[in-house]
């Protein structure tokens, strides 16, 4: 069973450039999230999806978009990258409310 | 909005020592609470979580965390750590449903704390 998978691992842009990070599922869940991993301050919410054709803003949506047309991805797209968004990018899903989190092994990427 | 301080930002300790990492929590309704592993380049794993009932929560590797209301805290414990626990934790909230919560999913998090476990 994958769980949730990102790809890339590793990603390096230039300012400006944009670039789609993947995620999938293969739980069947309907909840889908994005985090954004930075150090010292743990993860915060970019986006996140209750269900296929429904998105939401998290905490720290601006420069990022997301669509959700399947319930198994949820990509997230960096529209023009600056050096700010250079982080470590968690996806994660869960489904009905009684189930935990479940988190991809995150990818890491860096704006120059 | 709910927020999560966790007071430590690092916590070195030798291996069989016991070890506490604290979380306090601020929200103005009610919410469940969780702690998180991650290992090194991994993504995050769940050690436990509170939802209601008894306040001591027991999880995975030996891990148990207590929710005290009153001081709106929640802090980690572990009675003797051992290397592989060295990993950084990550205590979380989430709004209850009688709050407005929609999934375990939509978590806040804390800054994180790292444990590192010496010989």
């Known amino acids: 069973n994958a769980g949730v998978t990102q790809t890339p691992k590793f990603q390096v842009l230039k300012t400006g450039q944009s670039m789609t990070l993947q995620c999938a599922q293969d739980?069947?869940?309907?909840?889908m999230s994005w985090y954004r991993q930075d150090p010292g301050m743990g993860l915060r919410l970019i986006h996140y999806?209750?269900?296929?054709?429904?998105?939401d803003q998290g905490e720290v949506p601006n420069g990022y978009n997301v669509s959700r047309s399947t319930t198994e991805d949820f990509p997230l797209r960096l529209l023009s990258a600056a050096p700010s968004q250079t982080s470590v990018y968690f996806c994660?899903?869960?489904?009905?409310?009684?189930?935990?989190?479940?988190f991809g092994n995150g990818t890491r990427l860096t704006v120059t | 909005a709910q927020s999560v301080t966790q007071l430590d930002s690092q916590v070195p300790v030798f291996e069989e020592a016991p070890v506490e990492l604290r979380c306090n929590y601020s929200s103005s309704v009610s919410v469940y609470l969780f702690w998180y592993v991650q290992y090194p380049n991994q993504g995050l794993q769940l050690l436990l979580k509170?939802?209601?009932?008894?306040?001591l929560v027991k999880g995975i590797n030996g891990f148990e965390a207590e929710f005290n209301k009153s001081q709106t805290s929640f802090h980690l414990r572990k009675p003797s750590v051992h290397i592989s626990d060295t990993a950084e934790y990550f205590c979380?909230?989430?709004?209850?449903?009688?709050?407005?919560?929609?999934?375990?999913?939509?978590?806040?998090f804390g800054q994180g704390t790292i444990l590192t476990v010496h010989p």
């Open positions: 509170y939802l209601s009932g008894s306040t």
């Open positions: 994660a899903s869960s489904g009905p409310y009684n189930s935990p989190l479940h």
């Open positions: 739980m069947n869940h309907e909840y």
């Open positions: 979380a909230v989430t709004l209850t449903p009688h709050a407005g919560g929609t999934s375990y999913g939509k978590l806040t």
């Open positions: 999806s209750v269900g296929a054709g429904i998105t």
